[in-house]
């Protein structure tokens, strides 16, 4: 294993589905049960059966909602107040109009959801205005039930096949993607109608505050390649200046408190034990106060336990060392914290893409189309915001039955051979040196670029140096970048996306002359929020070899916001604290 | 410029005398997300080659005789 196999196959099919996490499991089926007939073929860098951020399974599903808890009307409303109005209203509303009938399926595949003594799905409040976090007691069976379904329906899956680039014709339409066998660094051609992208967020971006490259907050696998493929075959990209950044347990990667811990009563505080914000659902706005608080004399940050009938402290402690990171508990236990005696430190995540927890990602409407005819996006690197896993789920389903509808209408288009054959040379250039950069040093220098130069505060100076110096890491990534083995060119594809997606930040960030979502786009030279110039969505995209951003008007809403209603994020400080 | 080897503390640690590789198991190798398990020429048993883990801990769950130990790297620890 690992060694280098000269290999060039092709293959073809009807739907392509690229990222065999949590959207791309469900688009395969779904584009399958549209037509049986379809050639659908599931593509995964690792292994389905345990890939993606539910690996190793969730607590509980974000964000549902179900009747008698909430109304799509409510959630749509939530969802553009909590990303400070830059929502299409479109994609949100038909989220939620289509999650319920998702939720029973999923419970019908054997994820099953907490009910109350009728049998009714039982719910608990955590976001700031509505109620729709639906607790999961056997949350760690998901990958396992998706995997079943995935057999049953014979889609055919690829396992440790990383996509590199989209083939498009000369019409502009999709026609297949490349990808290399990550084992033996075997080429492959797929040619397709259609592609759906769920390759998940761009989460290798940031460098981790401990210095440890895989100790981020997303899955390490998900090195931003959606992002970078997007990109690169000319799709736009939205409000990428809008980041991910995660409140976090201090050099752990899991999240802690809003969506376990805050039902049964825990809260994040400040040294003093005081809470200092309203809500703890994640936002920017409340990711600017918590890290306002993490800078004030008052600081750190901490996860308050402690105050909890010690039962209840070993309740929530059984979910979060069970499922999603159950690594956390040996974490603390090392360190002899004791949650029914000590609060917990807490600091905030690298940044990242990530329209699943904010809304950076692929531009979507509301059928999972991205600009690009034929490609579909869904999950963490599509933009419909703050949808977390249920989105996933929901969008994936959207994009799979459109993509298989569209893919029976169609003939197969005809790719570009010289596209081709410059990308396997592009792909095989660092196996050809013996000599140069391994992929671990580049990438470290470029993550830790990002941190000095990208993060928030955002100061424009610095951005513009940030951008300098990592156009030198990209002279070394294109002449000395060496890959000894097949594993480590895997490494380098990735470090590829990475210095992609390190660019789209400062470009995005660059273009929004103003402050928005709260710590997300925190400028710290245009410190305003300015609704007359900036209140549309930001495209990103590549012209003529070249990354452009245009603005773009925000479609009309559906669901009317009064004007009272659209602050209500930006009051979550504690109002005695202020 | 020519490549040095850097010692490193790996996370993930297989108790040889428990792992069933040598009768053909790979499973650990199969799941990992990261792919930096592998079974090793010399002994025929699973170990790390790459320190690049997310202590997620698929290959602990999933190995059916549970010789894995998944360890907080030591970076973070
Ligand atoms: C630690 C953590 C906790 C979370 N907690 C919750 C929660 O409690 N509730 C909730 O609702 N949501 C939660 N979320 C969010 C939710 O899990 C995600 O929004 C959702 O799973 C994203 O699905 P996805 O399909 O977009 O990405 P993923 O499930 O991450 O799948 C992406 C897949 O693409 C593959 N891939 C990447 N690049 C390539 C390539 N080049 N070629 C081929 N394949 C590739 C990856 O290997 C991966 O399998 C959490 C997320 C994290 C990280
Ligand atoms: S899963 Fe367990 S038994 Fe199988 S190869 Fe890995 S360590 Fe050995
Ligand atoms: S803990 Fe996760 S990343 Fe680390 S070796 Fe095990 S499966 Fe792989």
Redesign the pocket.
């Known amino acids: 294993m690992d060694d280098f196999v000269d290999g060039l196959s092709e293959v073809t099919c009807d739907v392509l589905v690229?990222?065999?996490?949590?959207?791309?499991p469900m688009a395969a089926l779904k584009a399958k049960q549209k037509n049986p007939a379809l050639n659908v073929v599931l593509?995964?860098?690792?292994n389905v059966k345990r890939?993606?951020?539910?690996s190793m399974g969730?607590?509980?599903?974000?964000n549902a909602v179900v009747p008698g808890y909430a109304t799509p009307e409510q959630y749509t409303k939530e969802i553009t107040i909590a990303n400070d109005g830059i929502v299409d209203q479109a994609p949100v509303f038909k989220y939620a109009a289509r999650c319920y009938d998702i939720i029973q399926e999923l419970d019908r595949f054997g994820i099953r959801f907490q009910k109350d003594a009728n049998g009714d799905f039982d719910l608990k409040k955590v976001h700031h205005l509505g109620t729709y976090v639906l607790p999961m007691p056997n949350g760690e069976t998901v990958k396992k039930a998706l995997y079943r379904q995935l057999k049953r329906e014979r889609i055919l899956i690829s396992n440790r096949?990383?996509?590199t680039r989209l083939l498009t014709a000369k019409d502009g339409r999709i026609a297949g993607a490349v990808a290399v066998n990550t084992r033996t660094a075997e080429f492959l051609v797929l040619r397709a109608k259609t592609v759906i992208l769920?390759?998940?967020a761009a989460g290798r971006l940031g460098l981790p505050h401990s210095g440890y490259l895989f100790g981020t907050?997303?899955?390490p696998?998900?090195?931003g390649?959606?992002y970078a493929m997007a990109y690169h075959a000319g799709a736009a990209l939205a409000n990428l200046e809008c980041y991910q950044i995660n409140p976090l347990i201090k050099d752990y990667n899991?999240?802690a408190c809003a969506?376990v811990a805050g039902p049964f009563g825990a809260y994040t505080a400040n040294a003093e034990g005081k809470r200092f914000i309203e809500s703890d659902c994640w936002s920017g706005q409340m990711m600017q106060e918590f890290y306002n608080e993490l800078q004030s004399g008052k600081g750190p940050v901490f996860l308050k336990l402690n105050h909890l009938h010690p039962d209840t402290v070993g309740e929530i402690a059984d979910i979060l060392h069970r499922v999603?990171?159950p690594s956390r508990g040996r974490f603390h236990e090392a360190r002899g914290t004791d949650y029914r005696e000590r609060m917990i430190e807490m600091h905030i995540s690298e940044i990242g893409f990530c329209s699943?927890h904010s809304a950076s990602g692929v531009f979507v409407d509301e059928y999972a189309r991205t600009t690009v005819s034929g490609l579909y996006a869904a999950?963490?690197?599509a933009s419909v915001p703050h949808n977390?896993?249920?989105?996933?789920f929901t969008n994936g389903a959207v994009a799979g039955e459109h993509a298989a509808e569209v893919a029976q209408e169609i003939d197969l288009p005809d790719y570009d051979a010289d596209f081709v054959r410059l990308e396997r040379e592009r792909i095989l250039a660092p196996t050809r040196r013996t000599d140069g950069i391994p992929p671990n040093q580049l990438e470290y220098k470029a993550r830790r670029l990002v941190n000095d130069y990208l993060q928030p505060p955002k100061v424009t100076a610095r951005m513009q140096i940030g951008q300098a110096r990592l156009a030198e890491v990209r002279e070394d990534f294109d002449m000395a970048l060496v890959a000894r083995n097949a594993h480590e060119l895997l490494r380098a594809l990735e470090v590829s996306s990475i210095l992609d997606c390190a660019d789209m930040a400062a470009h995005a960030s660059l273009y929004r002359t103003e402050s928005r979502w709260g710590l997300y786009h925190n400028r710290v030279d245009y410190p305003e929020k300015d609704d007359e110039n900036w209140f549309c969505h930001t495209l990103l995209r590549k012209v003529d070899g070249r990354m452009v951003s245009e603005k773009r008007a925000i479609q009309p809403y559906i669901v009317p916001i009064e004007t009272e209603e659209r602050t209500a994020y930006e009051r979550l400080r504690v109002s005695n604290q202020a | 410029m020519p490549l040095a080897l850097s010692p490193t503390a790996v996370p993930v640690v297989v108790d040889e005398a428990k792992c069933i590789a040598d009768k053909g198991c790979t499973v650990c190798v199969d799941v990992c997300?990261l792919d930096v398990l592998r079974i090793s020429d010399l002994t025929s048993k699973a170990y790390m080659k790459f320190d690049e883990c997310w202590y997620c801990m698929p290959c602990e769950t999933d190995c059916p005789t549970g010789a894995v130990t998944v360890n907080i790297p030591y970076l973070l620890r």
């Open positions: 690229i990222g065999g996490g949590t959207a791309g593509l995964e860098k690792a890939s993606g951020a539910i969730m607590d509980g599903l974000n096949i990383m996509a769920c390759m998940g907050y997303e899955n696998t998900n090195s390649d959606g899991g999240p969506y999603e990171r699943g999950g963490d690197m977390y896993m249920l989105g996933a | 997300p």
